[in-house]
């Protein structure tokens, strides 16, 4: 690849339904509703999965984790996170830094932001300083407003590990 640095972006969105747990950043968040999808429809892990695919120019979360895969039914986010970090690895980037916005009605995540920022730091193998977490109402508009579903949006810089030895 032979770049010093790489950046990513991605957007995903799940629709707020009955019946499902809400997991936000890989923490269950209480909450009357779940986000639908064929894994546990983590929106925070999903775009911070994919902005790092699309940084290392791999295309995007369908390619290599298609929903229409049975071997990926209720699979927890944080196991496509580990994937992604390892294909990082491969290619001898880390995290340079993430800055990460969930876009929600309800429920409220002051509480939890702390504890997401930790564990997504966590999973990409970095220091928490190098994670950020926002949180934004829609104020009533649009569906996210209407709390008929949830969006988050990431974007992560690379660095590679191999070129920053060499300076």
Excluded: C, W
Excluded at 69 to 97: L, R
Excluded at 118 to 138: C, F, P, Q
Excluded at 147 to 163: R, T
């Amino acid at each position: 690849m032979n770049k010093l640095y790489r950046i990513g972006h991605s957007m995903d969105t799940h629709r707020l339904v009955e019946g499902r747990k809400l997991f936000l950043g890989g923490i269950e968040i209480p909450f009357e509703k779940g986000l639908e999808g064929h894994s546990d429809a983590d929106v925070v892990l999903h775009a911070v999965a994919e902005s790092i695919l699309g940084a290392l120019a791999l295309g995007d979360l369908g390619d290599h984790f298609p929903d229409t895969d049975p071997k990926y039914y209720q699979k927890e986010s944080s196991y496509f996170v580990n994937e992604v970090v390892e294909m990082m690895k491969q290619q001898s980037f880390e995290i340079n830094n993430i800055d990460i916005i969930v876009y929600l009605e309800k429920p409220h995540l002051s509480m939890y932001k702390e504890a997401m920022k930790n564990y997504i730091a966590y999973l990409l193998k970095t220091d928490s300083s190098n994670v950020n977490i926002k949180a934004t109402r829609k104020e009533g508009l649009g569906y996210i407003g209407r709390m008929e579903g949830i969006s988050a949006e990431s974007v992560v810089l690379l660095k590679s590990k191999g070129m920053m030895k060499k300076l």
